[in-house]
């Protein structure tokens, strides 16, 4: 069983950036994948970022290459998500997911565990 508490979410204008975090209990952290994934209101829930349990590996949806950057502390059981030049249509609530696996998925059916979600708001 693995619990996630997301932070870091908040009102940011367009071009800003913010930093969210995912911090996880329980001791196997290390052997999970994670993701982050965002849902606008009216829209399906979507793949943001992926990493691997060594985070040798890692994976960004094609609208935020080159602005997000994904990443993990095993020795602190969180996972990051650094969010440069923002844009109103990064506003979602975004969520921290792990999953059961040593394969990033980009799927959300694919993710055992879910956080509560955090807002990111993007003015224009």
């Known amino acids: 069983q693995v619990q996630l508490v997301e932070s870091g979410g908040g009102l940011v204008q367009a071009g800003g950036s913010l930093r969210l975090s995912c911090a996880a209990s329980?001791?196997?952290?290390?052997?999970?994948?994670m993701g982050w994934f965002r849902q606008a209101p009216g829209k399906e829930r979507e793949f943001v970022a992926g990493?691997?349990?060594?985070?040798?590996?890692?994976y960004n949806t094609d609208s935020v290459k080159g602005r997000f950057t994904i990443s993990r502390d095993n020795a602190k059981n969180t996972v990051n998500l650094q969010m440069n030049s923002l844009k109103p249509e990064d506003t979602a609530v975004y969520y921290c997911?792990?999953?059961?696996?040593?394969?990033?998925?980009?799927?959300?059916?694919?993710?055992?565990?879910w956080g509560q979600g955090t807002q990111v708001t993007v003015s224009s």
């Open positions: 997911a792990a999953r059961r696996s040593t394969v990033v998925a980009a799927f959300a059916a694919g993710y055992d565990y």
């Open positions: 329980g001791r196997t952290f290390s052997s999970y994948v």
């Open positions: 990493i691997s349990w060594s985070g040798n590996s890692k």
